[in-house]
């Protein structure tokens, strides 16, 4: 069974798909029995969305303040 830490771990791996089967279906399961990590994982992938949907060349404090500002939009 994977922990916590585990779950913050993979996260990006799961994300991109670069899993088997089988630690999808162990990370997937952590998820159903974990809100925390549920929620991390959400929160997670929006980060990871909202960063990708960028303009290339932002200096990073702007992206980071874009990023901020999208996630308290989520809460």
Do not use: W
Not at 49 to 54: C, D, K, V, W
Request: glycine fraction near 2%.
């Amino acid at each position: 069974m994977l922990k916590c830490r585990d779950i913050a771990e993979q996260a990006s791996e799961y994300l991109e798909h670069e899993m088997t089967f089988s630690q999808r279906l162990q990370y997937r399961t952590h998820l159903f029995m974990c809100r925390h990590c549920r929620r991390f994982n959400r929160q997670f992938a929006a980060a990871v969305a909202m960063t990708r949907r960028l303009p290339q060349g932002e200096s990073s404090t702007t992206q980071i303040d874009a990023i901020k500002q999208r996630l308290e939009e989520l809460h």
